[in-house]
């Protein structure tokens, strides 16, 4: 007859090793949110970051996209500052009124 174990089981110390948003769906990362949103590649995804195309939450050093930052935005009819037709004939400010 075997005797039941009284011992408790060891906890984990820490933080978890892989952590992830709550919710997926409002975050991702450059590359995925460049691949769903614009079909781009890892190359193109990190440009248009840099042109600021995204709507970037910044944690630290990550960067994350907000899906629903990105969703307002392309439904507003949003047209990259680079993209412009006028941008060769606008000044600074007059592009972020744009």
């Known amino acids: 007859m075997q005797v039941a174990s009284t011992e408790t089981p ?3 110390r820490g933080p978890p090793k892989n ?7 409002y975050l991702l990362s450059v590359t995925d949110a460049g691949k769903r949103f614009f079909g781009f590649g890892v190359r193109a995804s990190w440009a248009a970051y840099k042109r600021g195309d995204f709507v970037v939450v ?6 994350f996209v907000s899906v629903p ?3 307002e ?6 047209v990259s500052p680079t993209r412009h037709p006028h941008a060769n004939d606008m000044s600074p400010r007059q592009m972020e009124a744009v």
């Open 19 to 25: 952590p992830r948003p709550a919710n997926p769906e």
């Open 73 to 78: 935005r392309l439904t507003k009819g949003w």
């Open 69 to 71: 930052g990105m969703v």
């Open 10 to 12: 060891k906890r984990r």
């Open 58 to 63: 910044k944690v630290g050093r990550r960067v």
